[in-house]
């Protein structure tokens, strides 16, 4: 698999800037130069076609090259972040059968290589995949409920949608390096001559701040790390007149959060992704800007649901688990495992299957709740779940963050339930109220279900 499409346009490009890094700029012509340098490098290092290579690192300008390298070497990338816990990664790289890996200096943007098993590339999804003279990329599920499954891609089928070209943004790429939905803002930024705008601190009001000095256009987001920042208020303290577009996906949006977020940034156009690390990320195009109904698919991609579950058939479908079984119909369909409705050709997302919780037999969408939970001023954040029960099966239990630090529990308690009962059947009313006294948001800006 070549790049010539991303080098074309970093020529045509050269002079502009591409990246911003510790808060310095390189345009594309650096970035070129550097991709040259890297690819002596990486070949002295003996990496060759077909090996498996971990790239243990965070954007910046020298990882963007080895990425890039590494594609162009049809070798086959697993990304994982530079701040992985000892442990996962040894997991990980196991399961990968990793080669090589290449670690990124977070300070000078050097990198060292290490050679590792010399025999990682004999699983038979692997063999196939060399077969076709492409390069690979293998992604990780989150890996909520066990082992984190392995997905290997063709890399070729993920690149071909960004030789159509788009508009080109100021673009902060929020969503980690690990995950699809941080490479996809990566390639689409640089396939469109856009600026990858790199950051480090997640946080509310670091996000605005940068938004602020570097005039960012698109900024991509989890719906809590959009809640987090509704709650700081830190937009009143920051001119983000420059941003244009905010995206979100990777989990569910709540309703109240979506509402909220369209009258805080009225002039802001707001949309709703979709993808998943076995498909890529799909084309997509809500409804209105404060609507969770969305058209999804586009060339490639074909829906349908089947049981109230979202399959999908795609062009750029991975090839198949490392370790677990195939998830693929007869016919050649991903089953997602969301829940969802469709109607007029617009798909609303329900949740995770494993999610909703059976009350005697009715079944209660997580979401549903804590969106109703969210229209409470004293709660900030809120994560429903369910909990055995000998009589029920199951109750609906709820974690909270309170937004005021004098209320007493037992009162929110009380007002939460009572609330909840308005506007809720009894079935769906959480029988369990926990107040934390943590953020529920976890590492990756995404909600932390128990």
Known sequence: ?????????????????????????????????????????????NVASGEVVALIADYSPRCIAILLTLIELNAIVVPLMRTIGQEEKDSKLAIAGVQHSIFIDPVTDEFTC??????????????ELKGSDTAGLLLFSSGTSGEPKAALHDFSKLLFKFKTQRKCLRTINFLLFDHWGGLNTLFYTLSNGGIVLTIENRRPEAICGFIK?????????????????????????????????????????????LRQAKLVFPDVKFLQTYGLIELGVLRSKSKEDD???????????????????????????????????????????????DMALEKDGYYKILGRKSEIINVGGEKVYPQEVENVILQLDEVGEVTVFGEKNVIMGNIVSAKVVATKQNIERRDLIKLIKSHCKKTLQSFKVPVKIDISQQSLTGARMKKKRT
């Open 114 to 127: 290490e050679r590792l098993d010399e025999t990682g590339d004999s699983h038979p999804l692997y063999q």
């Open 1 to 45: 698999m070549k790049i010539e499409f991303l080098l074309n346009k970093f020529k045509e490009k050269e002079n502009e800037p591409a990246i911003v890094w510790q808060n310095q700029y390189y345009n594309y012509n650096e970035l070129s130069n550097l991709i040259r340098e890297t690819k002596e490098a990486i070949l002295t290092n």
């Open 213 to 257: 000095e570097h005039k960012v256009e698109l900024l991509p987001v989890s719906p809590s790390f959009l809640n987090l920042l509704l709650l700081s208020e830190a937009y009143k303290s920051f001119d983000l007149s420059s941003l244009k577009l905010i995206t979100y996906g990777t989990e569910p949006m709540p309703e109240h959060t």
């Open 291 to 337: 609507s969770l109904w969305v058209k999804l698919g586009g060339e490639g991609f074909d829906l349908r649901i089947v049981e109230g579950i979202l399959q999908i058939k795609a062009d750029s479908a991975m090839l198949g688990y490392l370790n677990a079984p195939s998830p693929f119909t007869d016919d050649g369909y991903f089953i997602t495992g």
